[in-house]
């Protein structure tokens, strides 16, 4: 006899793959069967409403409806709640009682993605938005030291950024990044190429640095400061010889080809450090998630795409692995007082616990308030004009933590979303937390 169906899912949520190379991913009638039915279910429970703002997208046009259900929305509105989605998990790691493996099999973030693929098919994609999400030609074009400060003086002008909102619907009052005239790669090149590491658990005790687009051409201090901080717990470290984005910007823009072309530069040169026996690391945690989910469920047949999510940490994960193995120095020079510590979406969802938290309490004279909501950035969401005050709405809660906890410090893992923190609350500057724990050692 088969079980009786069950309300709400008890088990931890598992992933299917992407089925994204079946020709009957991008039928669109195909896709509406499927949105129907889950916004169906989703009307029907509406825990997510908090989240972010597909949900009360979606819950606004079926209360509008003529029928109040679903079937009274038009086709044509799903776009409405897709366009909202930015893929952060957070509905279906947190919310959703009906991931699989429910019956209902319901994957929201994975269905957005797929109604993306299917716009980015047709030509339905902004331009402006193909732009943002190319983000390593943007950094190749103005990480420059005569370029950048250039790029750096407009996108600080007002004129110029209410200009760049009137034509381009790149919010004016949205926090931009500034490019670096030196990158993070040129600032690591003398990094040694072979090292021999102290294994410890399922670390080898040497590390390969992903550097990503954004901690290559926008914000390099963290970088270094991760080398320094590794190099002081006795961790060589080393930098990918080449990489290209890590195709996260074009999957949330359902680009998957693009994806596709990314993972084959990046793979073979990480799959190649792994069997040199190199860890990987990164500092953006939506670059960590690509290789340790989201590439393994588009290429789960990929012996290298496995190899290289087995070997992929998060960098505060790393050190409190090697933490549990009696490695990690405790020779710290100086407290951190109170931070408020926000938790990246991307971070959450790998499943590995607050270990940032975990690390920068090891600190003595340090209290920690861990911010467990979304800042609502997205790396591109929070910069669009007609986003913008969606994405200011979300964050609010955040910011009302950090000014209640009136912190020496504060920041996120995501080093965007602490800036659009930052950019919201109208005073201080955000710091990674990686630079925090090399305060803390002094070195």
């Given amino acids: 006899m088969a079980p009786p169906p069950r309300e709400g899912n008890l088990q931890a949520p598992t992933r299917h793959p992407l089925d994204w190379l079946n020709p009957q991913f991008y039928d669109e009638t195909a896709l509406h069967t499927e949105m129907e039915r889950v916004f169906d279910i989703c009307h029907g429970c509406r825990r997510c409403v908090s989240l972010c703002q597909s949900f009360p997208a979606l819950f606004d046009l079926v209360d509008n409806s003529e029928s109040l259900e679903v079937d009274g929305v038009a086709k044509a509105d799903y776009a409405k709640v897709v366009e909202q989605c930015y893929l952060c998990d957070l509905c279906y790691m947190t919310k959703c009682p009906y991931t699989p493996p429910h019956e209902w099999n319901l994957d929201f973030p994975h269905l957005m993605l797929r109604a993306k693929a299917v716009a980015f098919q047709k030509g339905e994609t902004k331009l402006r938005d193909k732009a943002l999400t190319s983000t390593d030609r943007m950094g190749a074009l103005c990480a420059k030291p005569v370029i950048a400060p250039v790029v750096n003086a407009i996108n600080s002008s007002k004129p110029m950024r209410q200009a760049m909102e009137n034509v381009a619907g790149i919010a004016a009052d949205a926090w931009l990044p500034e490019y670096a005239s030196k990158t993070l790669r040129s600032r690591l090149r003398d990094l040694p190429r072979e090292a021999q590491?102290?294994?410890?658990?399922?670390?080898?005790?040497?590390?390969?640095?992903?550097?990503?687009?954004?901690?290559?051409?926008?914000?390099?201090?963290?970088?270094?400061?991760?080398?320094?901080?590794?190099?002081?717990?006795?961790?060589?470290v080393t930098l990918a010889r080449q990489e290209k984005c890590c195709g996260m910007p074009k999957l949330e823009l359902g680009d998957l080809e693009a994806v596709r072309h990314a993972k084959e530069f990046n793979i073979p040169v990480l799959a190649k450090l792994v069997d040199e026996g190199w860890d990987l690391t990164a500092l953006v945690p939506s670059c960590v998630l690509m290789f340790k989910q989201e590439l393994p469920l588009m290429f789960p047949g990929d012996a290298d795409v496995l190899k290289v999510k087995n070997a992929f940490f998060d960098p505060f994960e790393y050190l409190m692995l090697r933490h549990r193995e009696g490695k990690l120095q405790l020779d710290f020079k100086q407290g951190l007082g109170k931070v408020s510590l926000h938790a990246a979406c991307h971070q959450r969802v790998q499943n590995i616990g607050p270990k940032t938290k975990e690390a920068l309490s090891l600190v003595p004279d340090t209290q920690i308030d861990l911010i467990e909501r979304c800042s609502g950035h997205d790396g591109t969401y929070a910069v669009k004009a007609e986003f913008h005050e969606f994405a200011m709405k979300i964050v609010r809660p955040v910011v009302a933590r950090v000014n209640q906890n009136d912190p020496d410090h504060f920041g996120s893992d995501c080093a965007m979303a602490g800036h659009h923190i930052g950019c919201a609350r109208g005073k201080g500057e955000p710091e990674h937390p990686i630079t925090l724990l090399r305060k803390a050692y002094g070195v």
Avoid: S, W
């Fill in 197 to 236: 590491g102290e294994a410890a658990g399922r670390t080898k005790g040497k590390v390969a640095l992903f550097a990503t687009c954004y901690m290559n051409c926008n914000e390099p201090g963290p970088g270094e400061d991760l080398v320094a901080v590794f190099q002081h717990n006795n961790i060589p």
